[in-house]
């Protein structure tokens, strides 16, 4: 049987065209963005599904849903009916505020910033078409295999990989706080500076704290991972071929490490195509683009470089929204250099199963790929591999060099 997200995009593929013309965009933008909003509301409803009561809400609308009303049959009639504002568009909007909450703009905003689209209302207008057909997708999901609350809750949790995965990033955090009224500060964060990037479940096995201990802890880190976010830098930045994966990697190991850390400073580097990109002086990214107009460098297999401010939920595929700079400049680069073809490498450190953190790895790395092609670059560019425990940087028997070999890289294949 065909996923929800796998149905939605085959139900609207014919009707792209007609969305495109609507929105004012090009058909090539809209066909992108189209799976990643579909994922956005199929994102709020996994998240809602952890709370029995909230979600029954949706359920309980998805089944006493207004006579006539069938949006599962033709994307091109709900399209029609949308523009009319008629019921479909009502029920649409009820939708997304019950799995929304006051998220939903935020939602659309973040929607728009990252499909690149040209005119700023396209992403709250895609998102709230989408709302009616994942609406009348579920509701015949219900109806077809006799689903309960509970029923339709597992078939969303069941796909919760590969519908986090579609999203784009910095979504979760959003949904999350439309979920509930607390949402539990990322392990990283709770942790010391020395293991923040890549944070997993292994940090935070045991843990037990005092509730006004934990608030006043969690606003001096935030304060702490601002200030670091402005001041602070891999030592020895500069220096190239630190030994890694059998070979050399263009930067320091990913993740902030105790006493490795100086002065960080940004600059704009304006690349062939124009653009212009806010990057750490002889950080990544300016190794990468150095590497790749130097004609003197081969390509080979040994040469990585870090995506050093890419961050993951704990134990998850998740990118958190602090990762959308670095993703965007990867992308800013890639345009820019168009013969340029990469690989993605996700790592982890050796706690807990290996076969586990093989798995883990390779979402990880997935998801920055995925997060890669939302933004139109070309599937046969970018490959992605997870390595799990292998290739480590730092000792795994301390907590700093854990955080090290949790990392992402990226190896150039062709330029």
Known sequence: MATLLESLTTLVTPATGQIADRLGESEATVSSALPSTFASVLGGLVTKANDPASFRQVFDFLTSRPAGINVTDDASSVIGAFVAGGG?????????????????????????????????????????????????????????????????????????????????AGLSSLISSAAAPFIETPEWNRASTSSRQYADRHESEGRKWVWPVVGLATLALVWLALSHRSTRVPQGAAAIDTTNHAGSVTSTAGGEVSGTYESLSFTKQT?????????????????????????????????????????????????????????????????????????????????????????????????????????????????????????????????????????????????
Do not use: C
């Not at 029923?151 to 969303?156: E, S």
């Not at 890419?310 to 959308?324: C, D, G, R």
């Not at 490498?345 to 998801?367: E, I």
């Open 271 to 415: 690349l062939p195509n124009g653009v212009e990109i806010r990057v750490p002086i002889n950080g990544s990214e300016s190794r990468m683009i150095g590497f790749i107009e130097d004609p003197s460098r081969p390509v080979d297999k040994t040469t990585w470089f870090e995506l050093d401010r890419v961050n993951f939920e704990p134990n998850s595929a998740t990118i958190l929204p602090e990762s959308q700079e670095q993703l965007a400049n990867l992308v800013a680069i890639l345009k820019a250099y168009p013969s340029t073809h990469i690989k993605i490498g996700g790592y982890t450190d050796n706690v807990g199963d290996a076969n586990a953190n093989l798995r883990l790895s390779q979402r990880r790395a997935d998801a920055v790929k995925r997060a890669l092609l939302h933004q139109r670059i070309s599937v046969n560019r970018v490959q992605s591999e997870g390595y799990g425990e292998e290739h480590a940087v730092g000792d795994n028997a301390t907590e700093s060099g854990r955080a090290q070999n949790r990392r992402i890289a990226v190896l150039v294949t062709a330029k």
């Open 88 to 168: 479909v568009a009502a029920v649409g909007t009820k939708f997304l505020n019950l799995v929304f909450g006051g998220q939903t703009n935020a939602v659309a905003n973040l929607l728009n910033r990252v499909s690149g689209f040209r005119n700023p209302s396209s992403g709250s207008t895609l998102l709230t078409l989408a709302g009616p057909l994942v609406f009348g997708v579920l509701a015949k999901r219900v109806r077809d295999d006799t689903l309960d609350s509970a029923g339709l809750a597992t078939t969303l949790s069941a796909e919760k990989d590969g519908i986090f995965a579609a999203m784009p």
